[in-house]
């Protein structure tokens, strides 16, 4: 399979100096051919980047010293890592986008289904995590090389899932960075506890959430931005892509490529087909549709967005379980783990 299953533990630094190690012997190659550092260099020793740096150490400081240990395990500089971990705050159009799914099926299960797009190069070359911490539930969660974990597609302990697409916010404030936020919300035991760190938190950057819990009937959408949050309550079936849909934050200045058009007008007619019967194989074809010049799965060398599907991720939610499967483009699960239960 393309990625490979890890298990880490200890504490915050611990942690995150694991999550550094794990990513270091690829990292200088990473970023060596990604144009979206090379579009973050201007903003090395920037005064912005570092308030938003002190943002993020006052609000979560337990996910800064997860930071500080990332930097130390990859051998670099706290602030480049920083400014890695706030590309999207800073820059209107980032390579991280995704497709996601939802379901409420008649048995009373719930299912959240995700593409993870991202950078072709790192096809391969990523991780799924299983991370038990000192502090906090501990959780699953795709890892990108270099990044805080909890932006991908991840669950924890507490039976809490969520799954981020991209928003090209055209929007920039001074609060903390998106990627801080999304990892924290994997710290959080219920979806009341989640909206709220969403809603009260300062934001400066925009993510699209789709949020579940083993413990809670509802299926959330989350559109959190700088200027706005929107929370809509799904009622059986959803899709998202990698632009602003909700009622309240769909006039916000955005960026929105032909890809994310196309995929959510193409996701939008396949979940409008499913009935409360519709079960993981409907949401797996929904992910791996290629209908289109512009399908859901994205295997293109020449996609115009710079993005293949990295990996595709399937939660099963019933009351008190959270099941995941993880795909390699193809309908055999590479991955399938019970979320809630302790690693042997």
Avoid at 231 to 259: D, K, W
Wanted: net charge negative; with cysteine.
């Amino acid at each position: 399979m393309p990625y490979k299953y890890v298990r880490i533990a200890g504490n915050r630094h611990q942690v995150g100096q694991a999550l550094g190690k794990l990513a270091r012997p690829i990292m200088s190659a990473y970023l060596n051919q990604s144009s979206t550092w090379e579009a973050l260099r201007p903003w090395r020793g920037h005064a912005y980047v570092t308030e938003l740096g002190q943002q993020a150490r006052a609000a979560l400081p337990e996910i800064w010293d997860e930071l500080e240990g990332l930097a130390d395990g990859l051998r670099m500089p706290v602030q480049d890592v920083l400014l890695w971990n706030c590309r999207g705050d800073l820059l209107h159009s980032t390579g991280d986008s995704c497709t996601s799914v939802a379901l409420k099926a008649a048995d009373g299960s719930r299912w959240i289904g995700h593409n993870e797009d991202g950078d072709p190069y790192l096809y391969g070359r990523c991780h799924l995590v299983d991370v038990a911490l000192d502090d906090a539930p501990g959780y699953l969660s795709f890892y990108y090389p270099g990044s805080l974990p909890g932006h991908t597609f991840g669950a924890n302990r507490a039976g809490l899932v969520q799954t981020i697409n991209n928003l090209r916010t055209r929007q920039r404030y001074a609060g903390v960075p998106r990627m801080f936020l999304a990892r924290a919300v994997l710290d959080c035991t219920t979806l009341d506890e989640a909206t709220d760190l969403l809603r009260d938190t300062p934001r400066s950057g925009g993510f699209h959430h789709t949020l579940g819990s083993a413990s809670d009937p509802r299926l959330i959408s989350a559109e959190v931005t700088p200027g706005a949050v929107s929370f809509l309550e799904i009622g059986t079936r959803y899709g998202h892509a990698n632009h602003m849909v909700h009622r309240e934050t769909r006039g916000q200045p955005q960026v929105i490529t032909e890809s994310s058009r196309e995929r959510q007008n193409r996701i939008d007619g396949i979940v409008d087909g499913w009935s409360p019967e519709t079960g993981s194989a409907d949401v797996l074809a929904a992910l791996h549709d290629t209908l289109g010049a512009l399908p859901i799965l994205r295997t293109d060398a020449r996609d115009p967005d710079g993005e293949n599907t990295l990996a595709t991720a399937v939660f099963e939610i019933r009351d008190e379980d959270v099941a995941l499967r993880v795909y390699d483009r193809r309908d055999k699960a590479d991955i399938a783990l019970d979320v809630m239960s302790d690693p042997d």
